[in-house]
């Protein structure tokens, strides 16, 4: 680890063992995946877990990962039969914490005829540290954007009639492995024509065809963190009611992603679209919220919704993502990704968004 490393790691620590001594537990057990890389840096998290303790901190895992581990991880490492059972071993009696949005029942009832004391369930010990981002994960992200709009170029040069939502999907999936991804953030959408009014529309067999909109939803994984972008483009000339649902979309995409700023609340940004969507009468048919915050998982704090009051911080990394979608004609999304900064914010998704054709 660098030396900026080991200090945001220290950090990262430090705030977890002061919300363990408020809760009045010993050592606090990490099992939810996406935090045990966080505080580890272990790509296969599900078959981990990392117990903090005072003055210690450990990464438990089995034989299968003894050398991976060994490469990854900066922090102790102990290879184990058994990870509760080297809890329970190391602990013996102490008061335990664990994850309260993570541990099921089975297996809290089984550390606790273990330990002799039931664990204390704790929640959100890891949502402010990981909703604000580091200069590390920002470029993790920034990188993983780049990656992500590598795929997209790809995806313009083979797309057109006849061609299959799912072999465009192939192509992003394979582009961003290419470029060095882990993998996909999530299932890759790819939604035309009428598919268009399904917001989460998985790639399908369907072929594109001449005058449809077509949906792309996707993004990269680099070092545990996920982009997300959307771009819509037409497969050759499209009707006039496409192009106008296009250019609202845009209008509003741009101008609530303008709006983005420290101080500002998820719900004052989510306000800009629905207004601008308004003007054009389609705000009744932008179905989902604005956006919402991305890291070590797709969907994370802070979210852009009519809910949010979360008020806006640098390092902060949020998805801007209006749409609309009209059943049984068509529909659309465009979206960036980007980091909030002091100065207001930056744009991590570099592709043109503006209309075009394939």
Known sequence: MTAAQDQELAGRLATLRERMRAAGADALLVTNPPN?????????????????????????????YATQASHEVAIRVEVVPSIDDAVADKLAGQRLAVEGEHMTLGRNRAIARRLGNEPVAVDGFFTALRTVKS????AALREAARVTDE????????????????????????????AGAEGSAFDIIVASGTRGAMPHGVASQKELAAGELVTLDFGAVVDGYHADMTRTVAVGAVGA?????????????????????????GREIDAVARAALGRHG???????????????VIHEEPRLSKKSDTVLQPGMVVTVEPGVYLPGFTGLRIEDLAVITSAGHEVLSKSPKGFRSV
């Open 151 to 178: 795929a997209f170029s790809a995806a313009l040069a083979m797309m057109g009639p006849g061609v299959r939502e799912v072999e465009v999907a192939l192509c992003l999936e394979s582009a961003m492995r290419l």
């Open 135 to 138: 200069e590390r994960e920002v």
């Open 241 to 265: 009611e496409e192009r106008r649902l296009f250019e609202a979309v845009l209008e509003a995409q741009e101008a609530s992603l303008a709006a983005l700023a420290p101080g500002r609340t």
């Open 36 to 64: 045990v890389r966080y505080l580890s840096a272990f790509s296969a998290p599900e078959d981990g877990a990392v117990l903090l303790t005072q003055d210690t901190v450990t990464l438990y895992t089995d034989a299968r």
């Open 282 to 296: 389609l705000e009744e048919y932008f179905t989902h919220s604005l956006g919402h915050g991305t890291g070590l």
